[in-house]
């Protein structure tokens, strides 16, 4: 069912259907080229699919930022004479069908580097084909398709170093990789829409807690390519070393723009390079290749995604599921979550994470030690709480986020570390602004636990598994 209403499509002229997913822009957006460059009218769908993205239904924050993406996405649309179709639904049964209602005869689509939306892509292109539609799927999530990047035995990387040490050699050497591509023209005058389609589809809840992230996000392609390029004008030169201090606005935030694709993460890529080609200052050019090597971490985790498709429930080191022994606690659970823990530093990040929808790189780190290592609670607990409240949650992301801090996952360190979280608020807070700037002159409650000890006794779980094992 079309969100707002009875769907009312009177030219029976052949059309291109774009089917947007988290590929919220309209520049460098291949298949919306590929739509425009057929001719046809074309049309936009955006389809919300409770059915594949079960169980990790988008969380609160997440729903917030989507909302408002696509009310931008809506309008940059309507300017270029496409109005955006809003469903809610299968899209093995909706896109089919709104095809047949538009008369598509071509239906293009970047596809999602995610094992379950891969699923219905094969399901949705056998059908469509069948049905007589051209179909065209294009590679725009992630700067190379994501197993394009193999060691010369033809093996998958399981180490991020030499992952992105290949990838960066595939990216420079081909430049067509690296192609940027314009808004298309319109071919047809502005169309009317309406932002209360938008608000049919009920991705806000009712309750009003999400007025707050107005004061921190400004959703949309505009907003994240002005951010993209304040980030690389005025922040990028220190990021290397500013990026660890959480009081700092020392990192770029785009990246729940680059979970949605209002932001290709190609641009990204692509504008850090041409800056590192040109600003000769060393300092600056060990912040652009840093800064890359995280774009790196974002492709490397879908990489690991499509490889290890259970990873978002399962840790990828089978002992941490049958040999090591989680704590149950719900009680520390909660106060985590609601930054009461005693921990400055940690219930700083926690209070960040609930009134901003989200939370700086290194807090995070440190945050998701404390829950699995001092509290000894299994990082899936973690990994939900951030998907609940993140507006970047990101399947992929996440879930290496988690795994690696908990030690189970791919590229783990070679030892278990435990964050303290007391020394790294001297290193990384040394005068506490961030610390107070979310906690204000709250009194600390004595800690929930003691971090020597707690440390001490996860070092010793962990002995233990070895032996064990
Ligand atoms: C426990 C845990 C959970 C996390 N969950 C998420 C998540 O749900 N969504 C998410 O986007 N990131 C996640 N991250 C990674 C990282 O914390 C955020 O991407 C980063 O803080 C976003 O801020 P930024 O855009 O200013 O990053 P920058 O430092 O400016 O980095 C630029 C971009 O690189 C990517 N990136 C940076 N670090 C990582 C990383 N470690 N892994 C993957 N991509 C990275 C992001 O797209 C980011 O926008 C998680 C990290 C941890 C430790």
Known sequence: MH???????????????????????????????????????????????????????????????????????????????????????????????????????????????????????????????????????????TLLPPMAVQKQDGSHYKVFTPFWKRSRELLLNTDSKLSLRDIPRAQVKPVAFDPADVSALELLDDHSWHDKLHDYWQPGEAAANARMEYFLSDIVADYSVMRDVPAEDGTSRLSAALHFGELSVTRAFARSQEILQTDSKKACKDSLLRF???????????????????????????????????????????????????IPLVDAGMRQLWQTGWMHNRVRMICASFLTKNLGIHWIHGARWFWDTLVDADLASNTLGWQWVAGCGTDAAPYYRVFNPLLQAGKFDPNSTYVKRWLGDEVNEKPIVDVKKSRVDALARYQAMRDAT
């Open 3 to 141: 969100a707002a209403g009875k769907l009312v499509v009177t030219d029976k002229s052949p059309a291109s259907v774009v089917w947007f997913r988290r590929d919220m822009r309209l520049l460098d957006n291949q298949a919306l080229c590929a739509a425009m460059a057929t001719g046809y009218r074309v049309h936009a769908i955006y389809i919300v699919d409770e059915l594949t993205a079960a169980p990790w239904l988008p969380g609160g924050a997440s729903r917030w930022y989507l909302h408002h993406s696509l009310v931008s996405l809506q309008a940059s649309l309507a300017r270029i004479g496409i109005r955006l179709y809003l469903f809610k639904g299968d899209p093995v049964e909706i896109l089919p069908r709104f095809t047949r209602e538009v008369s598509g005869v071509h239906v293009v689509w970047n596809y999602l580097a995610e094992p379950s939306q891969l699923q219905v892509d094969r399901k949705l292109e056998a059908g469509l084909k069948k049905s007589g539609c051209e179909v065209e799927v294009f590679h725009d999530d």
């Open 292 to 342: 890359q090597s995280e774009l790196g971490w974002r492709e490397f985790a879908r990489y690991t995604l499509m490889q290890h498709p259970r990873s978002t429930d399962t840790s990828l080191d089978s002992r941490f599921e049958t040999d090591w022994v989680w704590q149950q606690g719900t009680d520390l659970l909660s106060k985590w979550q609601h930054g009461e823990t005693g």
